[in-house]
């Protein structure tokens, strides 16, 4: 099964004070109600595209008339409710539902047919490749390490990362900061999140999290350390808000350029994986999210592919 991924990250946008805003708001914005779509129809105008597929499995969504998606709240909140939008303005296809469960609840939901589109906001394991039809990367996140605005610490390595996420240190002034007690905010840690999972991956070089704070979503950390004055938390760069600083990693803050270079190191792909073989509307929505369009609604808070 050849690999069709897209490699580029292509454009970044730098401005990453982004406002905060609840999923139901997010949704609500973008003309869609609590749970149902409202779209409207529209001439079909998608480009064909290579799609990641698997060996033996059915087009089973083929001629479906709405969609639905399930799994990671970066995915869910921020590129969903305008994508879809979007989408049934072009095709008269709506969606249904869009879910923010989280990665691992989104991906169980595709492969057991309750949502047509799971959200994983990291990569796919070797075992999880083998269960899908298909999959695409639709985009990279970033993920910052946010701290309160007023700590004076700025930087970290990964290593000293790995140091306060397991609990081994515990206050600021090991760091030259000021003399004041970490508090390390998390999404629950067995919640299936995928930041949760990714930043494990990426930084911990999979030990255990020490103690911390779990809070229910990403949001929350991020509220939570903006009015902590000894908080720090990982979370996707699209949740940045004003009180909270993005600290500069292994020397590289989180910028376009530095994204793109490699220097800056904490990146994941975000990803839509489908039960079976996309085909019909469920396939004509994959090739939608590669086109400019959709790239550039991705692109204003994220890494497009394209």
Wanted: charged residues 20%.
């Amino acid at each position: 099964m050849a690999d069709s991924r897209r490699k580029s990250p292509g454009d970044w946008s730098a401005d990453w004070n982004l406002r905060n805003v609840v999923f139901g708001a997010a949704v609500a914005a973008a003309g869609i109600g609590p749970l149902i779509a409202n779209g409207t129809t529209g001439a079909a105008t998608l480009r064909e595209t290579a799609v990641k597929t698997g060996d033996e499995r059915s087009a089973g969504s083929a001629g479906a008339h709405t969609l639905s998606y399930e799994g990671a709240t970066t995915i869910g909140m921020n590129i969903m409710p305008k994508a879809t939008e979007l989408f049934a303005a072009q095709t008269g296809v709506t969606f249904s539902y869009i879910g923010g469960a989280g990665a691992d609840a989104g991906f169980k939901a595709a492969i057991e047919g309750r949502a047509t589109f799971g959200g994983v906001a990291r990569e796919l394991t070797v075992d999880e490749r083998a269960c899908v039809g298909g999959y695409e990367v639709i985009g990279y996140d970033v993920m910052g390490v946010f701290v309160n605005a007023e700590n004076s610490v700025k930087s970290f390595t990964r290593a000293q990362l790995k140091e306060i996420f397991t609990g081994r240190v515990t206050n600021w002034n090991q760091f030259e900061g000021p003399t004041r007690v970490m508090t390390v905010y998390s999404e629950k840690l067995s919640g299936g999140r995928a930041t949760v999972k990714a930043f494990k991956d990426m930084v911990l070089g999979g030990e255990k999290y020490g103690p911390l704070k779990e809070l229910e979503d990403a949001t929350d950390c991020i509220r939570d350390v903006a009015t902590d004055a000894g908080g720090i938390t990982a979370s996707s760069m699209s949740f940045a808000i004003p009180g909270v600083t993005a600290l500069s990693v292994d020397g590289a803050l989180p910028t376009r350029d530095a994204v793109q270079s490699g220097a800056y190191p904490l990146k994941r792909p975000l990803i839509l994986v489908t039960k079976d073989v996309p085909a019909g509307d469920t396939k004509a929505f994959l090739d939608f999210m590669l086109t400019s369009e959709a790239q550039a609604i991705i692109g204003k808070k994220f890494v497009p592919v394209k």
